[in-house]
T-cell receptor, first 114, second 112 residues
Framework: KAGVTQTPRYLIKTRGQQVTLSCSPI?????VSWYQQTPGQGLQFLFE???????NKGNFPGRFSGRQFSNSRSEMNVSTLELGDSALYLC?????????????FGQGTRLTVV | QKEVEQNSGPLSVPEGAIASLNCTYS??????FFWYRQYSGKSPELIMS????GDKEDGRFTAQLNKASQYVSLLIRDSQPSDSATYLC????????????FGKGNQVVVIP
């Protein structure tokens, strides 16, 4: 059974640009969550999608957005990139909306903003 | 107060010894508790989940939960060099969303 797939694995962007990251969840999983991981802040929740609807959002500026498609694949977008957006962006896949379900992470996208 | 706190590390343990990791959380509504292992440069890997007070054992790992004290711990028995990693405590609510709150992690170094 294939795991969570994130693309691309690495990105280098310039300040002010925008970026789109992609996540394909485990087959049959309908919930996709996004997290940002930095050495200083650790893992921080960005947002969660289930059945193409954003169910929950973390405390991030509006430059961070996302969406989910009918096949459960998800994308997140960051506009007007800042140096502080450099981080590992992780996507987590869960079977259903929180009934004690476990989250499984993809390999992440390492974003560097220069 | 942070949502999830893990005591500072790193924790160095000799091979074969027990590594003990602790985590406290602030939200009394939390219902689901997880331990993830993250090797350097890799993504977090789920190793234990626990939902009820008490102990849960899986191989060399034991998770312990005490909701009254808002405390969850992880014991690693017979520690191996391959256990050297950062261990992340994650806490979630059961209803309505899949948001997890993570601690900053504890680095464990197993010394051969």
């Amino acid at each position: 059974k294939a795991g969570v797939t994130q693309t691309p694995r690495y990105l280098i962007k310039t300040r002010g640009q925008q970026v789109t990251l992609s996540c394909s969840p485990i087959s049959g999983h309908r919930s996709v969550s996004w997290y940002q991981q930095t050495p200083g802040q650790g893992l921080q929740f960005l947002f969660e999608y289930f059945s193409e609807t954003q169910r929950n959002k973390g405390n991030f500026p509006g430059r961070f957005s996302g969406r989910q498609f009918s096949n459960s694949r998800s994308e997140m977008n960051v506009s007007t990139l800042e140096l502080g957006d450099s981080a590992l962006y992780l996507c987590a896949s869960s079977l259903r909306i929180w009934q004690g379900g476990e989250a499984f992470f993809g390999q992440g996208t390492r974003l560097t903003v220069v | 107060q942070k949502e999830v706190e893990q005591n500072s590390g790193p924790l160095s343990v000799p091979e074969g010894a027990i590594a003990s990791l602790n985590c406290t959380y602030s939200d009394r509504g939390s219902q689901s508790f997880f331990w993830y292992r993250q090797y350097s440069g890799k993504s977090p890997e789920l190793i234990m989940s626990i939902y009820s007070n008490g102990d849960k054992e899986d191989g060399r790992f034991t998770a312990q939960l005490n909701k009254a004290s808002q405390y969850v711990s992880l014991l690693i028995r017979d520690s191996q060099p391959s256990d050297s990693a950062t261990y992340l405590c994650a806490v979630g609510r059961t209803e309505g969303n899949n948001r997890l709150a993570f601690g900053k992690g504890n680095q464990v170094v197993v010394i051969p």
